[in-house]
Each structure stands twice: as structure tokens, then as C-alpha cells.
């Protein structure tokens, strides 16, 4: 039996800072901060209170039954890398939505994909980390999962 590391809780019984790093990151997604500093001043957090929970704390998705996570990535700019990288999410289940990639600059790209997860039988995070041993993937960083 495989045991998730994720759990469902009524927001009720969290601390309130919780909810405002999920606010505070839907500012900057939606343009209504520029940046981290003027969102978290906006629903009254600490800077080092969001990027400590950014990556751990997302609200469900509403109104849409498909999954979606958005993961950015730095890639050698080698043959065969953002292939290895689809293949390993295409195993996992991941359904690719898009593929940005911007030219290489130094021999490294960048390389934002989305994609719908609902197929995806494990963890997020355990498929994210196979990719992370991919000869030529640099950095790997969740961006966000709805």
C-alpha cells in the first residue's frame, strides 16, 4: 500500500498564514502583486514565511477535475534531455499541456512545462524526483500543482 504524504485538512484547524501564502501566491500569478515582497505585505505575512511553505501548500482546483502542476527546469543544452524528461513524465502518467523553452544561453535552457497529473499514479514530488537524476537536468523546482 502506498501512503501519501499529503492530507487533507480543514483550513479551520491551520494557522492563518497557511491560507495567505496560497493568497499571496495567487496575487503574483494574477498580476495583482508584481512581485513577492508587495504580495506578502498585501495579506500580512513575513517574505521567509512564504518561500517556507510556497512549495507545500496549494488550495484544490475548482471547477476542474484534471490535475494540473507546472514545473520549471534547467537543462544542459545537450541532445536528448527534454526527452528523457518527457518520457520519464509520459511513464509516470503526466498528460504534457505545454512546453515553454527559452533559447540556451550559456549551454543551459530553461524549460517551463504543464501538464495534467490525474493519470499520475505516485507521488508528484517521486516522479519530480526521478527527473532530477537525469544527466543534464541542473535545477528542477515545482512552480505549482492545482
Known amino acids: 500500500m502506498h501512503k501519501s504524504e499529503y492530507l487533507i485538512v480543514s483550513k479551520s484547524?491551520?494557522?492563518d498564514y497557511f491560507e495567505k501564502?496560497?493568497?499571496?501566491?495567487?496575487?503574483i500569478r494574477s498580476g495583482a502583486a508584481k512581485?513577492?515582497?508587495?504580495?506578502?505585505q498585501k495579506v500580512g505575512i513575513s517574505r521567509s514565511t512564504?518561500?517556507?511553505y510556497k512549495d507545500y501548500i496549494f488550495a484544490p482546483a475548482?471547477?476542474?477535475s484534471a490535475r494540473k502542476a507546472v514545473v520549471s527546469m534547467i537543462l544542459h543544452h545537450e541532445k536528448g534531455i527534454l526527452g528523457r524528461v518527457l518520457g520519464v513524465l509520459g511513464d509516470g502518467g503526466a498528460n504534457i499541456l505545454t512546453i515553454t523553452q527559452n533559447p540556451p544561453i550559456s549551454d543551459?535552457?530553461?524549460v517551463v512545462l504543464t501538464m495534467?497529473?490525474?493519470g499520475v499514479d505516485t507521488d508528484v514530488k517521486e516522479l519530480l524526483n526521478k527527473i532530477s537524476y537525469i544527466k543534464g537536468v541542473e535545477r528542477l523546482s515545482l512552480i505549482d500543482i492545482t
Open 62 to 64: 475548482k471547477g476542474d
Open 21 to 27: 501564502v496560497v493568497e499571496a501566491r495567487e496575487m
Open 13 to 15: 484547524v491551520l494557522p
Open 35 to 40: 512581485d513577492v515582497s508587495e504580495a506578502v
Open 116 to 118: 495534467d497529473i490525474s
Open 50 to 52: 512564504y518561500y517556507k
Open 108 to 110: 543551459r535552457a530553461t
